[in-house]
């Protein structure tokens, strides 16, 4: 016979089981993945709620909702690494104007097309050396776009020189003060960032059609049938119509998608290979690209770092402070944040205060003065320590030799505190080399950005990134063979 107490318990872990078990839900969320960063009229925060998004795709995702009778959770997620993100299980689909390219349609599973977008080209309202794409290339036009896109691709294809971006807006600023000829961007893209614009126009007709899809993972094929229906129906009820009458994106290519048109007809076929012989002439030119800027930028570095470690050490009131204020600041912020400063604000500066004179650096120019800033805080710090760690009798034994101050720190100080001071800098210059994978921000292609736009082009992930890997190797090990054979050297008074 069960006690009272024992009845008790019994009948509370009943209740707690049974409450759990209804009000748990049999049916957890949808993870649909996006990236906000993209905006509109794809999805955005909402100027009215910024707990909100909107978007003709959230609108889409609402109805959609409706249809499978299943709640839809939103979640943020770079657009590059949608497919990456998607084959790991950090989500269930992916609807951010995903197109349907072959490589993608080789490594996914796409639901029907939802709507099918055009390449539109944008110019400068005075541009008038060039009327298409093709003439582009043939003016030597430098044509901005975004990354891992069919508009990337395509420009690939002509042989058009190409600035490769990380979101839709940035190509379109670029484009306004001069930096581009021109940006060749989906059609819906173009509406909301180029056409507003009374400085830019749109150039020729909209070109090479494609479509977007939901993009599932290869094992998701019962999700992906049931968003395939019930898509279907949200064109039939005209439902789709509505969103993007709506969004002002409707136009006779929707007719005929929704009309039952062949998706077939606008998915080309890919002709690329990516062998070695293919991507590795981009990947090395990318290491090119990023031992110029890695050499540049230590030099602008050490060449500002020793006169703000003597006016740390030496220096007197106002110097001084100057020189703390100086490392403190730029060791403090971010460097990306700093080169979005460089890159982006102060063009904005100069136009705000009409300024007499231009303040807008080619990408490189902004990315060598970025590290050079930031990094001179480092090696002024380095510095510093060095010549602190020479005791006082070295400047006392100088000086008794008749020796003026300046003498003694060229050519007693300064050898001796290069002992001192050069693994940290050998350290400094093998960092520098890999966090100038940032400067990709500002549309500079160094070998990290290769490697991103080569392995989501052919999927080759791990094959292009042992290879990546090797030449940054091969860059950075050298140097630390180069610093022990100096200390070496050096340690021994030769």
């Known amino acids: 016979m069960v006690d009272r107490p024992g009845i008790v318990l019994l009948a509370w872990v009943w209740a707690w089981w049974t409450a759990g078990a209804f009000a748990a839900d049999p049916q957890p969320p949808l993870r649909w993945a996006a990236d906000a960063e993209g905006g509109a009229p794809y999805i955005c925060k909402s100027p009215n709620d910024v707990n909100t998004y909107v978007g003709f795709e959230v609108e889409i995702a609402a109805a959609l909702e409706k249809q499978l009778g299943r709640k839809i959770q939103f979640v943020q997620y770079d657009f590059k690494s949608l497919t990456s993100g998607l084959q790991r299980g950090d989500f269930d689909f992916a609807m951010n104007g ?78 306004s003060l ?98 070695f012989d293919r991507y590795f002439p981009l990947l090395l030119r990318g290491a090119v690209v990023t031992v110029e800027l890695t050499l540049v930028s230590m030099a602008v570095a050490m060449v500002l770092g020793m006169p703000i470690a003597l006016a740390r050490l030496y220096g007197h009131g106002v110097l001084r402070t100057a020189a703390i204020g100086y490392v403190e600041f730029f060791r403090g912020i971010p460097v990306l944040l700093l080169l979005y400063f460089l890159y ?71 050898p001796q505190a290069v002992r001192v001071i050069l693994p940290p800098t050998t ?11 940032i400067v990709s921000i500002i549309a500079v292609e160094e070998l990290t950005k290769e490697y991103q736009i080569l392995a989501k082009s052919s999927l080759k992930y791990i094959e292009i990134g042992l290879v990546t890997a090797m030449l940054y190797l091969m860059m950075s090990v050298p140097l630390g063979y180069l610093s022990r054979y100096l200390e070496k050297r050096w340690g021994k008074g030769h």
């Open 98 to 175: 995903v197109e349907m390219t072959p490589d993608r349609i080789k490594a996914l599973r796409f639901s029907r097309p939802y709507y099918i977008y055009t390449l539109q080209l944008v110019a400068r309202a005075n541009e008038a050396r060039f009327d298409s794409l093709e003439s582009c290339k043939r003016v030597g036009a430098v044509v901005g776009t975004m990354e891992d896109t069919a508009a990337e691709r395509l420009l690939d294809r002509l042989g058009i020189a190409k600035k490769v971006y990380g979101n839709q807006v940035e190509p379109y600023t670029d484009l």
């Open 178 to 275: 001069g930096r581009l000829d021109a940006v060749l961007l989906d059609l819906p893209i173009a509406a909301y960032y180029g056409k507003p614009k009374p400085d830019l126009k749109y150039v020729g007709p909209a070109i090479a059609p494609g479509c977007y899809g939901i993009a599932f993972r290869k094992d998701q094929e019962s999700l992906a049938r049931r968003f395939d229906a019930a898509l279907d129906r949200l064109a039939a009820d005209g439902t789709l119509r509505r969103i993007y009458e709506k969004w002002n994106i409707w136009n006779e290519h929707q007719e005929r998608l929704l009309g039952g048109g062949k998706v077939e007809d606008f998915v080309s076929e890919s002709g690329r290979r990516w062998s």
């Open 344 to 414: 982006y604000g102060l063009p904005v500066i100069a136009e705000t205060y009409h300024l007499p004179f231009g303040l807008r650096l080619p990408p490189m120019a902004a990315a060598i003065l970025g590290f050079g800033l930031n990094y001179a805080a480092y090696q002024a710090e380095i510095y510093r320590a060095g010549l602190a760690s020479i005791s006082v009798g070295q400047w006392e034994a100088g000086m008794s030799l008749g020796m003026s101050r300046l003498h003694v720190f060229r050519r007693i100080i300064l």
């Open 427 to 437: 350290n400094d210059l093998v960092a520098l080399f890999k966090d100038t994978s």
